[in-house]
């Protein structure tokens, strides 16, 4: 009879799942004492901000995007402020009554995408701006399915398509997720990834087909 692990049953701990006292479990633990949301928003801000700048200079044309590369632009991004940053989540994460795949199979998941999506949509070649947007969606989707950070999933699947447009010789796409009028939108773009967890990767390529077109029509 195979002997029993005890650990199976234990729910997660370590700092992935502790908040930052006197943050009114608002805020989780971090290096830096920030106790407010805003506060701590406008910190990842600038650290995003800032890491995005540091990897145009890294990220070439020719560059194929890896599990490493992306646990290393998270770390790069969010080192300073949490203690886990670049590590795969720990805990198991349900937002809006959507439930990802559990933690413990993150690194598998993640080197499957690595063997599949980003083998064969990066590097981001330059073509139509259909199939650059396809090859967005599909790498954007399935990133996101796999939520494989306890923080930032979002942040950074929409830094990553950044990247890749500029390696397909374009500008980022203007998502319009911020701002005035944001907010249907912003329920709009879910609703197309949620389509891309099964595959549809339609309407997320129109989205960004749509991004795309809006920052070229933009630079005229």
């Known amino acids: 009879m195979c002997a029993k692990d005890p650990s199976r049953y234990r729910p997660p ?22 106790t407010a949301p805003r506060e701590r928003d406008a910190f990842e801000h600038r650290a995003l901000l800032s890491a995005q700048e540091t990897y ?13 590369i992306i646990c290393e632009m998270h770390r790069l991004w969010l080192g300073r402020i949490y ?15 959507f439930t990802w795949p559990p ?7 993640m080197v499957e995408f690595e063997k599949g999506p980003l083998r064969a949509h990066t590097p981001c ?9 396809r090859s ?10 796999i939520h494989p950070f306890r923080e930032g999933n979002g942040r950074l699947a929409r ?16 998502l319009r997720l911020a701002g005035p009028g944001s907010k249907g939108r912003f329920v709009y773009y879910v609703n197309c990834v949620q389509q891309g967890y099964v595959q549809n990767y339609a309407a997320l390529a129109a989205f960004f087909l749509e991004g795309l077109e809006f920052r070229l029509d933009s630079l005229r």
Do not use: C
Not at 83 to 97: I, P, Q, S
């Open 13 to 34: 701990s370590g700092s992935q799942t502790e908040f930052q006292p006197g943050s009114g479990e608002r805020v989780l633990l971090n290096k830096l004492g920030l």
């Open 56 to 68: 145009l200079s890294i990220v070439e044309v020719e560059s194929r995007f890896t599990a490493k």
């Open 83 to 97: 203690d886990w940053a670049g590590e795969y989540r720990t805990v198991n994460l349900t937002k809006g009554g």
């Open 103 to 109: 933690a413990s199979i993150v690194a598998a998941n």
């Open 125 to 133: 070649t330059q073509g139509p701006l259909e199939s650059v947007a």
């Open 136 to 145: 967005i969606a599909i790498v954007h989707a399935e990133l996101l399915l």
């Open 159 to 174: 830094w990553l398509a950044d990247l890749m447009a500029y390696q397909a010789g374009l500008p980022a796409p203007k």
